[in-house]
C-alpha cells in the first residue's frame, strides 16, 4: 500500500487514519495488540507517529487488511522477519521502499511539469 504522505518527522493519528482510510481507535487497537508499535506521545498526551511507525502500520495493514492474516499470525510473522520489511511474504523489500520513494518523487514531478503548462 502507498501512502500519499508528506514528508515530516511526526504523523498525527487522525491523519493516519485517514491515509489507511480506517478509524482511528484501529490504529489504537493495533498499538496495543503490537507491542513493537509504540508511537511517542506530545505534551498533551496525543500520539505523534514517526516513520518507523508508520511503515510498522503499512506492515500490519498489508497482512491483516490486503493478506487477511490473523493478529497472531502476524505477530509471528514480524516476530521472524527481524528487518521487518514486507516482500511477496508480506514483507516489503529494500528495493519495493526505494521503488516507492521514486514513484513518490515522479508523482511529485509530474505535478509540478502539469502546473508548468497552464
Do not use: C
Amino acid at each position: 500500500m502507498y501512502l500519499n504522505l508528506p514528508d515530516k518527522l511526526y504523523y498525527k493519528i487522525g491523519e493516519l487514519a485517514t491515509a489507511f482510510d480506517v478509524n482511528a481507535s484501529l490504529l489504537r487497537f493495533w498499538e496495543k495488540e503490537f507491542n513493537f508499535l509504540n508511537p511517542k506521545k506530545d505534551k498533551t498526551g496525543k500520539r505523534i507517529y514517526t516513520k518507523k511507525d508508520v511503515e510498522l502500520l503499512q506492515q500490519i495493514y498489508f497482512l491483516v487488511k490486503e493478506k487477511g492474516h490473523t493478529l497472531e499470525g502476524v505477530k509471528l510473522k514480524m516476530k521472524e522477519n527481524k528487518q521487518n520489511v514486507l516482500n511477496e511474504d508480506g514483507f516489503i523489500s529494500k528495493n519495493q521502499t526505494i521503488i516507492a520513494k521514486l514513484e513518490k518523487i515522479k508523482n511529485e514531478l509530474n505535478q509540478i511539469k502539469n502546473s508548468l503548462h497552464l
